[in-house]
């Protein structure tokens, strides 16, 4: 946004942003979770493939691993940080936008 009308619409924007880069670094943290989780289920598939364990019985083991609950774990916490702070940034986007609306000196 250009043209702020005050500092305190400024500083709403400015902190929007600030709280919008991080989501974006929490859900790029709760992707890589996921792929993790993703990759190691398929690797599991394989060994057990191999070994001559069924798919079904290969899914329930690979649940069960440490690994496993750690990726998700991790997935369901960024994606809950994530969100924490979409909505902050958003509740700022609207600070500022309430600023703006409400007029004042421009800056």
Not at 27 to 32: N, P
Request: hydrophobic share 40%; charged share 25%; aromatic share 8%.
């Amino acid at each position: 946004m250009t043209g702020f009308h005050n500092e305190e619409e400024r500083a709403a924007w400015t902190l929007a942003e600030s709280l919008l880069a991080t989501a974006r670094a929490m859900m790029k943290q709760a992707e890589s979770a996921l792929e993790t989780w993703r990759l190691g289920k398929e690797l599991n598939q394989q060994r057990c493939a191999r070994r001559g364990i069924s798919a079904s019985d290969a899914e329930i083991r690979w649940s069960e691993t440490a690994n496993a609950k750690n990726a998700l774990t991790d997935n369901s916490f960024h994606v809950s940080l994530a969100t924490m702070y979409y909505n902050a940034a958003a509740a700022q986007y609207s600070r500022a936008h309430y600023l703006r609306c409400r007029g004042g000196a421009r800056v």
